[in-house]
């Protein structure tokens, strides 16, 4: 399955990533040499293959308590590893390279319920839900294929997220420079990578919504003509009501200490609706309320750091990745309230934005394959390392 040059094991991975703005099935073509944190890898190719609207409004149903049900979840795990598995060849056609050539996949899958703390007085235990199914992946493609990673690190008693940490110090990680990491789909999730440290010294959190309120307000005001305000545009128009954002950083999430996670079951579209309505009272345009919905999610970011990150580390630099990293009204808000910090795209630093998260699951995937630990318990909770990950023999 993996090809050995050398003392070091070199192998062609397909990373897939779906996240909680469901965007569409990312995948990442990588060349991977090594394990551990001396892993190189270098990107070869990458394409998202979209959802169509319906599907993303079914996937958004099966994320709400009022509209799930076990029906749809069992019927939508295969419908979803179908749509990874074509994003699967979509991106060795990309690259001219056959799917044999190929000698594992790494999935993340589609999380559409996470619950990272027990309720006790609802019986509910620490768990967690990505579908798309590895064995369906696998019979499509005919390769190997690792995924479910989460549920490993909650039996090690964590929270299942976030999980980017250690590809975060493998990609970026500095002998000088103490960099946060700020993942920006969905849901927001950092790395804090202090200069020079060890796996067990990164931490990791989600600072909260991060394109997920913006997106489903945008489609609501659009009559369902945009999924999504691209570049910031709509934002650039109005003025956010900061101190109405100021009351909506009284959300409980936001006070509570990392190690810490959240997903559309707290921020979904319950509470994009609810975000509506109050907008409605307060009278404000529909270029306020983009440009509310995306001062809330630099806002939540940036306090986050102030209370949890910057008292207790040196910080040099913000880099930015996933689709907020193209709304240019949002890291010009980031900016504003990081005054003195540099604010930057992973672009930058030789990383595509959009490939980054798709590329590490490749990694993790990898550590998985050779039996080493890839979970990072400083910033999920987890009582000890443990390999993340199973397999499906294409």
Not at 94 to 114: L, N, P
Request: charged share 20%; proline share 4%; glycine share 10%.
């Amino acid at each position: 399955m993996i090809r050995i040059t050398g003392f070091q094991a070199e192998s062609l991975v397909i990373g897939l990533m779906s996240g909680t703005s469901l965007d569409g099935v990312d995948a990442a073509l990588v060349r991977i040499k090594g394990s551990g944190l001396s892993t190189a890898s270098r990107l070869l190719a990458y394409v998202q293959l979209p959802y169509e609207e319906e599907f993303r409004e079914r996937i958004k149903a099966l994320c709400t308590i009022e509209h799930s049900n076990v029906e749809d979840i069992c019927s939508m795990n295969f419908l979803l590893a179908d749509q990874f598995a074509a994003a699967a060849h979509a991106v060795c056609h990309q690259a001219g390279i056959a799917m044999d050539e190929v000698d594992f996949i790494s999935s993340h899958g589609q999380t559409v319920w996470h619950i990272p703390k027990e309720d006790a007085g609802r019986s509910l235990a620490r768990s967690t839900l990505q579908l798309g199914d590895l064995s369906v992946i696998a019979a499509r493609t005919g390769r190997p294929v690792v995924g479910d990673f989460r549920p490993a690190d909650m039996a090690a008693g964590g929270q299942g997220a976030p999980l980017v940490s250690y590809g975060d110090l493998i990609l970026f990680g500095d002998p000088q420079r103490g960099r946060i990491l700020q993942n920006i789909g969905g849901i927001g999730n950092c790395s804090i990578l202090p200069a020079a440290c060890t796996a067990d010294q990164v931490t990791a959190y989600d600072t909260g919504p991060g394109n997920m309120i913006i997106d489903q307000v945008v489609l609501e005001l659009s009559g369902g003509k945009l999924a999504y305000d691209e570049n910031g545009k709509w934002a650039a128009e109005g003025t956010p009501d900061q101190a109405w954002v100021s009351e909506m950083m009284q959300h409980p999430y936001f006070s509570l200490m990392p190690p810490k996670s959240t997903g559309r079951e707290q921020f979904g579209a319950a509470y994009a609706a609810a975000f509506l309505a109050g907008a409605g009272e307060r009278g404000l345009s529909s270029a306020d309320i983009v440009a509310t919905a995306t001062w809330f999610t630099a806002k939540s970011i940036t306090d986050s750091y102030k209370r949890w990150v910057f008292p207790e580390y040196k910080i040099d630099e913000i880099i930015i990745s996933g689709g907020g990293a193209h709304n240019e009204v949002l890291l010009s808000m980031l900016s504003e309230l990081l005054p003195g910090r540099t604010v930057a795209k992973a672009s930058s630093f030789g990383i595509d934005d959009d490939a980054k998260e798709a590329l590490i699951f490749a990694l993790l995937g990898n550590e998985c394959i050779h039996g080493i630990p890839n979970n990072v318990p400083s910033a999920t909770g987890a009582g000890r390392r443990v390999v993340m990950g199973k397999l499906a023999l294409g």
